[in-house]
């Protein structure tokens, strides 16, 4: 997985964080861009992917949170995920 820049726009990957409730895909890619609030980016990545978000997992955002639309309640296979948008906006979906 890259850390460096974001998939090509023009393979139709859209960041899950940016998806509107409803939406179903399939993972492409996680990019964690940076540290997030300390915590450095190969922790993320691997707690994302131990939580299922593999490439070429199904997904679907079920909710969104009151405040800001945070957090995100998304099924991953046959799990439900609860994940903040910082988070979802490091998974790459299609």
Do not use: Q, W
Not at 46 to 56: D, I, K
């Amino acid at each position: 997985m890259n850390n460096d820049h974001k998939p090509n726009a023009g393979n139709g990957a859209i960041c899950l964080g940016e998806t509107p409730r409803g939406f179903r895909g399939l993972i492409e890619t996680i990019t964690v861009a940076g540290d997030h609030n300390g915590v450095p980016a190969a922790e993320i990545e691997r707690r994302l992917l131990e939580l299922g978000f593999v490439e070429g997992a199904r997904v679907e955002v079920l909710h969104e949170g009151p405040i800001a639309g945070d957090p995100i309640a998304v099924r991953v296979d046959n799990n439900t995920i609860a994940l903040r948008r910082r988070e979802a906006m490091s998974i790459f979906v299609a």
